[in-house]
């Protein structure tokens, strides 16, 4: 069983990243598990802070998490043409200390996804994204691109996923980046 880690880039209730990733783990094929993680709780990066006491509880946790799984699932939100601060403040965390970094993300299967109101469906997001993971050593998924553009409509109310083309696409990213895990 390859046991994902998916986490959503926005601390918001209704969020659609979220509520992305949510179908996205229902989505996942046989033989894969996705277990959403979160970053609420990551304070803002301080190396005096990192100096002082180290990494914080919640960086720690994430870490072993991604540490001891078999890929990681990033769902980002878009931001000014971009990742969101929040979700980068996350990762920048993740990265420390720098030896640590490589158990986390070194060699580990990455795949980006995610959704946004707007028309550009957080392609900007995700290939910003790109030179971060290879600066971390991860092995990133370039299968086919799983991006939400209309995100108010391609979930109802409670955030639960009613756009059929939406799902069949997840599916089939999953099912892609499932099988870019087996073949490691
Ligand atoms: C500061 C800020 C900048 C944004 N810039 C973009 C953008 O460049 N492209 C885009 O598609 N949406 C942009 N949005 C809209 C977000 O996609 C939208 O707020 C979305 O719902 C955030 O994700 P969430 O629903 O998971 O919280 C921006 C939102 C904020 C707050």
Do not use: C
């Not at 200390?97 to 580990?108: I, L, S, T, W």
């Not at 990455?110 to 028309?119: K, L, Y």
């Not at 955030?159 to 087996?182: K, S, Y």
């Amino acid at each position: 069983m390859a046991r994902v880690i998916g986490i959503a880039g926005s601390l918001r209730k209704g969020s659609f990243n979220a509520a992305l990733l949510r179908a996205a783990a229902a989505v996942a094929p046989a033989g894969m598990e996705v277990e959403i993680a979160s970053i609420a709780g990551i304070p803002l990066y301080d190396g005096d802070l990192e100096a002082e006491h180290g990494a914080p509880a919640p960086v720690i946790e994430l870490q072993e998490k991604i540490a001891s799984s078999d890929g990681l699932l990033l769902v980002t939100p878009e931001y000014n043409a971009s990742m969101p601060g929040v979700l980068k403040n996350a990762v920048d965390w993740l990265s420390r200390p720098p030896v640590g970094a490589a158990k986390v993300f070194g060699d580990r299967p990455v795949a980006i996804i995610g959704a946004t109101p707007g028309m550009g469906g957080t392609r900007l997001a995700q290939a910003a994204w790109l030179p971060i993971f290879r600066n971390l050593g991860a092995r990133v998924y370039v299968g086919k691109q799983l991006y939400v553009a209309g995100a108010a409509q391609a979930f109802d109310a409670e955030g639960v996923l009613i756009d059929d083309t939406v799902r069949t696409l997840l599916t089939e990213f999953m099912a892609g980046f499932a099988d870019f895990i087996a073949a490691r």
